[in-house]
């Protein structure tokens, strides 16, 4: 494409002009994700990635003539699930249509889809962005089928149809989003969702989802909606924000110039890091949708409905509220157990009814973590129960044992799956804040040092903490050390 002037890339590199201030962009994304079911949408054909390429067909999946499609139950069940995950209504009737093209990934030369009654309509999706939380409308999330993948060889090309069939869902956007990271932000949180939801594994390296990019200027605080870009196809999120962070400077330069855009699909170039023309929009009337005279339409009963209702998890951003406000925990431990779940879960079982939680919570965060880590093994596979963490802390915030046995007592829960009570009594490992004791450790402590000894009765207060390391030491680590500063200074001043 030699004619079109390329606006140059890396818009980071290069500082905007003030005029870019008086243009906002409007963002709408159309999100496609991958359901996670064992078969294909219309045949039993297996839904898996990476096999050999159609190994994975049948009579039905390759478009063949004199076939009827059944739709996999599941599917819809993961529809509606979403629909209800993301606030939708789901409308009493819902159909199949075909979407008529001509290309050899279409064996059957139309994809089904839902087109004007799709299976969930009007939701939303709250999310945080900017230290608050945004919310963005949710169109519609349809049903509808991927398609066969062409591959390109040096001197010919192939169809591999593993993938066709596959049951695909499509998140629509309202044109709500403002910005390049608010994009990344939605995303990031959809994609969470559905994850944890179990509507799709929404793996980016297998291709999982899949986002067409819908963008537009217009003078900051117009109502009306400029003319849409539409970039097809971008399949990880840091392209969706990096070929915003190109395309909406790119629109705004134009616009100010007194260029009206057209309405256009624009393919991004992610080595060059531009978007470029790819043709002029087709319309809705160019795919000549029609209801699947082979499907029947959907209409799922308030009992069916129900059933799915079961399946409905907490949303991620509810959690995270939710321990914020129960546990008092701050937001980055909060974050933690929103993201990983079983850990979340864990973290509940140990802090559930203790005094203090967010001790809990750093056991759960740095010191559990750490060892699952380092030794392999799952959550699942810990061999103490939750309650035996809340347990260890109370130990510690009792005085009974030192931050540092503590760690030693940890190891050793993760060693035998014994109770921190029962190691701390069976290793004599209790802190020692009889005064008595701790009075032979500082003479000893004393006796062994008499430099920092005298230094300190000279005034030189930093000797105190010298003198208290030797106390821990010989106390192995035992000496209650609110106390060693304590009861060493009256041994070195008395
Ligand atoms: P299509 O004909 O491609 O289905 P729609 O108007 O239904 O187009 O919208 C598709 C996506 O484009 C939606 O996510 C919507 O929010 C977004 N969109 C629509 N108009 C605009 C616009 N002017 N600027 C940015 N996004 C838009
Ligand atoms: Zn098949
Ligand atoms: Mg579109």
Known sequence: MPTVSRFPPGPGSRKLPARHMDYEAVIGLETHVQLRTRSKMWCGCENAFGAEPNSHVCPVCLGLPGVLPVANEEALRLTVLTGLLLHCDIPRHAK???????????????????????????????????????????????????????????????????????????????????GPEMAQAYLNALTELLVQGGISDCDMEKGMVRCDVNVSVRPRGATQLGAKIEIKNMNTFSGVRRALEYEIPRQIEAVSRGESLRQETRRWDDDAGITEPMRSKEHAHDYRYFPDPDLLPFEPSEAWKLEVQQRVIELPLARKQRFIRDYALPPGDAEVFKSNIPLGRFFEGAARGHANPKAVANWVINNLAAKLKESGITLDAVPFPPEAVGELVRLVDSGRISGKIAQEVFAEMFASGQRPEAIVEAKGLSQVSDTGALETFCDQAIAANPGPAADFRNGKEAALNFLKGQVMKLSKGKANPAMVGEVLTRRLKG
């Open 96 to 178: 199949f249509d075909r979407k008529n093209y001509f290309y050899p990934d279409v064996a059957k030369n139309y994809q089904i889809t839902q087109y004007d009654r799709p299976s969930t309509i009007r939701g939303y999706l709250d999310f945080e962005f900017e230290g608050r939380v945004a919310r963005v409308n949710i169109t519609r999330a349809h049903l509808e089928e991927d398609v066969a993948k062409n591959v390109h060889f040096a001197r010919e090309s192939g169809v591999d149809f593993n993938r066709a069939g596959v049951p695909l869902l499509e998140i629509v956007s309202e044109p709500e989003l403002t």
